[in-house]
């Protein structure tokens, strides 16, 4: 220990408080462990780097604001990917208003994939026109017979404080035969990302002559966003 302190010693000062802080380059320590700006350098550690991590480590976080470096709460996670199974009324395959209850304060949620099935007979599932009825899709051999908009229109929106979503076939319905009721379940998948992990970029307008170029290259006059 003696020889540990004549070292750090012979490289800069260091100032030992009966509060258990140790100052070094500093005579007023305001933390267990303040490392200040001296004459020869600029305040800086050099750690280690482990050959491995255990499961039980903790990375460590830097605020720029305190010059705090703390452990990082690893229970936190960044990004979540969530799965919900929503049932629609017998004959609908609408959702209209579904709250997923994750807070529009603290994330970003980003629709990654919603998929229709039926919960009693998966042998049929057909969307067919509400006014047309010989208009339809057949999901199970991908075909489509007349003119139905086979595109969903499916999106996330913020309402009172929470991430809400909206699903629909528009002009369309699922079909009820065969002993199946018409009850429609959409699979959908969310990620959820925390808005701290999020860096919102300045809105950018540029140029295109691209309708005036037909068969030619695009020429859109915009920088690289993340330079």
Known sequence: MKKLLFSLMAVGSICLHAQQKVGVNTETPKATLHVATGTDGDGNMIIRQTPQAANTDQPLVWNPATKEVKTANTQKKPYYLLKFKVNCIAKEDYIKNFDTKIPTNKYKVILVSAWPETPQNTEWLNI?????????????????????NPIRKALMFEDNGTWRLTIDYPHARPEAFRGYDGHFTWNITLLAIDLNEIKTLPDQTGATTWHQELGGNPDVSLPNPLN
């Open 128 to 148: 067919r026109h509400i006014e047309n009825k010989s208009n339809f899709i057949d999901f199970n051999d991908g075909k489509s017979r007349g003119y139905v």
